[in-house]
């Protein structure tokens, strides 16, 4: 039972120009959700999060958009660079729960 | 500050051994989880230790073991191996638990059953 699912195994997008990742979940009792970039070979690096009480994080060029009616998230990158390639993960979690629940992650490659 | 200390990389075992993989959180951090990434699956939470105490444990058969040791280094177990258990592990470190920028993730170990 896949609680977190990223529908996208890949997305290639052109350098410069808006990269969006999406994430839906089917728990209700989420609280918090976060995206991780992962590299090959390293482990996964937080990127940011936000807060079930919020519908929208900013941090430099990445966006969290959280649609709580739709179960949806999604990440938007701008500009997209070649060094955003990598493997992005959405994660969620339960308020007093100590683990995340990832999707199975989407390749994203920036083409320049 | 040093990350979080996974050994060993790479590790080759056959069907039916048993394993050890550690992992050396941050220092200070008291907090270590256990997942598991194969293709397809993203990663599954195998299991968390808070000051030498299981808190939380995943969906996985008693194949799969941890524990914590009072510096807060973990160590995970996986007997009577199967070709299925061939993934990459992955161990979090954390002051008190899974929370955003806190919450870090060290490299690895690729473990490969034959």
């Known amino acids: 039972d896949q609680q977190v699912k990223q529908n996208s195994p890949s997305l290639s997008v052109q350098e410069g120009r808006i990269s969006i990742l999406n994430c839906d979940y089917t728990?209700?009792?989420?609280?918090?959700f976060l995206w991780y970039k992962k590299y090959p070979a390293e482990g996964p690096t937080f990127l940011i999060s936000i807060s079930s009480i919020k519908d929208k994080n900013e941090d430099g060029r990445f966006t969290v958009f959280l649609n709580k009616s739709a179960k949806h998230l999604s990440l938007h990158i701008v500009p997209s660079q070649p060094g955003d390639s990598a493997v992005y993960f959405c994660?969620?979690?339960?308020?007093?729960?100590?683990?995340?629940?990832f999707g199975q992650g989407t390749r994203l490659t920036i083409n320049p | 500050k040093a990350g979080v200390t996974q050994t060993p990389r790479y590790l080759i075992k056959t069907r039916g051994q048993q394993v050890t993989l550690s992992c050396s959180p941050i220092s200070g951090h008291r907090s270590v989880s256990w997942y598991q990434q194969t293709p397809g699956q993203g990663l599954q939470f195998l299991f968390e230790y808070f000051s030498e105490t299981q808190r939380n444990k995943g969906n996985f058969p008693g194949r799969f073991s941890g524990r914590q040791f009072s510096n807060s280094r973990s160590e995970m177990n996986v007997s009577t191996l199967e070709l299925g258990d061939s993934a990459l592990y992955l161990c979090a470190s954390s002051l008190e638990g899974a929370r955003g920028y806190g919450y870090t993730f060290g490299s690895g170990t690729r473990l490969t059953v034959v």
């Open positions: 728990n209700s009792m989420f609280d918090y």
């Open positions: 994660a969620a979690k339960s308020e007093g729960a100590q683990k995340l629940v």
